[in-house]
Every structure is written in C-alpha cells, then in structure tokens.
C-alpha cells in the first residue's frame, strides 16, 4: 500500500527585524539600503522599512542593477 504524504504549507516565512535608519525605529522586514565604506575605519550600513522605502521611494541594495 502506497502512502500519499501531503506537503505542510509554511505558516512562518523568514523575515528580518533591525533598525530603520529613515524613522530611526526598529521594524520588522527591513532590507540593506547603502553601504559605507571607509579604507582604514569602521565603515556602515543603513536600512529602511518597507514603509519608509515607499515613502522616500528606496531600492534596496540587492535590487540594483550590478
């Protein structure tokens, strides 16, 4: 006898929580806006929620063309 298993569906997609550097707030989704990079110092990087890259119309760094 045959067994039919059915695939369980995802209930929880993987998401990101940080710091929004556009409210200054934390948020749920946030993605990689610009990255500073300094040669001999301490570079950084700043996110934005998806409200604020609506409202300042943002791409996210993984989005642009290479």
Do not use: K
């Not at 946030?30 to 609506?54: N, T, Y």
């Amino acid at each position: 006898m045959e067994e039919t298993r059915t695939p369980v569906p995802a209930t929880h997609a993987p998401t990101s929580y940080g710091h929004c550097s556009w409210h200054q707030g934390s948020a749920e989704g946030v993605r990689l806006i610009d990255v500073h990079e300094q040669g001999s110092g301490a570079g950084g990087s700043l996110f934005a929620c998806p409200r604020c890259m609506v409202a300042y119309n943002l791409t996210a760094f993984a989005d642009r063309p290479l």
